[in-house]
C-alpha cells in the first residue's frame, strides 16, 4: 500500500529557531542510516518551504481567485513529506517512527485510495534547475464524484511532461498520527489537521515557474469545489 | 441440558470464535458477523424442535461457513475470492477446522485494539466481534445513543480496512507494547461495569464479566505474558468485591468499612495464585503491580490489618512506571495509612497545584479523611464540602455527606 507520510512542523520550531543547531545536526547525522533502512519502502521524501510562502487558488464561477498565506493559520502545517511503499500501516508506522525527524516532529500517516502516480520525472527530481511545486487540495467534504475529473487532469499534466507525482488520500478517518513521548512511539487516531479540512490529494508538478504553477493548480477540479494550495520545496 | 441453555453457552463460547475465524477467511468483518448472527438464529429455530446437536459448536461453525460461502457466490468480488482461496471442493471443507485456530481469536483480539484506531472504537468493536454484544447492548452499557455506536462501529471497521490495519497477532518486537495496548481495552471496559454497580444497571455491570473472559480467552493464548495474567488477578481482585461495595440501601461501603466475608473467595484466590506465578518471571509491569497492590487488601483479614508500608512501597514502584496524579494521591493516602499523616498531607498539597487534580473529588476527599484522622474535624469537614460538588454520581454525593454528618 501507498502512503503519505506528513512530518508536522510547528511554528515553534521553523520560525524563531528555538530548535538548537545541534539537534538540527544530529538529526541530519542520523539521516543516511535511516534512509538506507527504509530505502525499498520510501519512495520519495523532500522538505517544503513555510507555509508563508504558499499561494491560495480558487476557482469560483470560472474565476480563478488567488491569495498568499498558508490556507490555514494554525501552529502545525506540512513541513515535508515521505511516500512508503509498506505491507500495511504497522510497517508505515515502524518506517516513520523510526525516522529521526520523529524525535522532534509529529508525523501523520494515511493512505492514498487508489495508490500514488509517480512519473520518470520523479527520479530526476532536485537534479535540475528545476522549480517544482506541491499542489495541496484541502477539501471540507469528500468528493469521489470528483475522481475521473482528477485522474484526466493527472494524465493530462503527465502527457505535457510536467507532472511529478501524486494521488487521492484516503479521508481524515483513515489518518494515524505519531508522535513520541520519553523516547515511546504513541499513536493517535486522525489527522495532525484541526481546522474543519482536510488534505484530500497532493500533486507535484515540475517544470513550470510560481505563474505557471499557479495556473495549473487553476485547473485542478478540486479548485473549482474547495482550495489549492500551491507551496514550493524548500532549497538550500 | 435444554436447548436454551445450550445456546447461550454455545454462543459465550464460540461467538468470538466463528467470527474470527470468517474474518481471516473472507477479509469481510459484515459478512462474518451477520452469517455467525444467522447462525445463531437457525439455533433458535432448531435446537429447541431436533435437540441440540451432539457438537453444537460444530454445528453452528457448518452453517455460518455455509452461510458465508452462499453469499460470497452471490457477489462478484466474493466469487473471485472464493476462486483465490481454491477449487469448489476445498471451499466445501474451508469452514470446517474452525474451531481448533486459537489464533483466530488472538488475531481478532489484536485488531480490534489496535492503537491507531480511536478508543471508543476498539472498546465497541471488541464487545461486538469478541463478545458478540449487540449494537443496542453496547449502546446502553455505555449511555450513549444506538446511532452513535452503530457510527463507530462502522467508522472503526472502516479505518482497518482503508488504512490497511492487518489482521495479524502483531510481530514479537511489537508484541509487548500491543499487548498492554490490549489490557487497556480490557481494563477501560471492567471499569465501565464496575463504576456502574446498581441493580437497574445490569447491563453495565455485565462489562465486568465480558473484561474478564476476554482477559481469560487472552490468558489462555498468551500463557507466558506476566502481564496478562496480571491484569486479570487485577480485574478478578476488584471483582471480587462487588458484593461487599454497597450495603443493603445501595450505599457506597469504603474498603475500610467493607464486610469481608462478602468478598468472593474463589475469585480471590484464582487471582493471588495468577498473580504469585506471573511476579515469580521478574520484572513486574503497571498490571501486576495494581494487582499486587489489589492483593494486600485481599490478604488481610481485617482492614487494620492491611499491610500499608508494602501498599506505599508498590505505589512507588507503579509511580515509577506509570507516572500519574491519581497514583501519587493513592500513594500519600497509603503514607498517611502506613502511619505518617504529615508525610501524607504534604503529598496531598502538593497534588493540590496540579491542574489536572483541579476537578478531582477524591483529592479532597482523601485530605478530608486524613484531617479526621489526625483530629482536625472542622478543616476535615471543609474538606468534604469542596469535595461534594465535583462528586459525579448520587452514590458518592450521599457517602460524602454521610461523612460529614459522622464529624
Redesign the interface.
Known sequence: ?H?LMTIVGTTRFSSDGVMSSDAIEAMNRAFPAWNEKVKDRRLFGRELDLPGTASIVRVRDGEPLVVDGPFAETKEFMAGFSLLD?????D??EVASSSPVAWHHRIE???F?QGVRLTDRAAAFGRGDDNPYLLISWMREPRVDLAPACDRWRDDLTARGLYVLGGAL??A????TIGTRDG??E?A??PFTETPEFIAAIDVVDGVDRRQAIKLAATHPFAGTDAIEVRPFYTE | MNAQHALDAAFRESWGRIVAALIRRTGNWDLAEECAQEAFVEAVRKWPADGVPQRPIAWLTTVAGNRAIDRLRREARGAQLLEQIGHEADVETMFDEVEEIEDDRLRLIFTCCHPALPMDGRVALTLRSLIGLTTAEIARAFLVPEATVAKRLTRTKSKIAAAGIAYRVPPAHLLPERTAGVLAVLYLMFNEGYSASSGEELIRVGLCDDAIRLARSLRQLMPDEPEVAGALALMLLQHSRRRARLDDNGELVTLEDQERARWDRAEIDEALELLESALRRGAAGPYQLQAAIAACHARAATAAETDWPQVAGLYALLEAQAPSPVVRLNRAVAVAMAGDLDAGLAMVDELGTDPRMARYYLLDAARADMLRRRGDPRGAADAYRRALPLAPSEAERRFLQRRITEL
Open positions: 500500500m502512503y509498506c505491507a500495511d500501516l504497522d508505515a508506522i500517516i494515511r493512505p485510495t484516503g479521508g478517518d483513515t489518518a494515524t515511546a512511539t499513536l487516531d486522525g
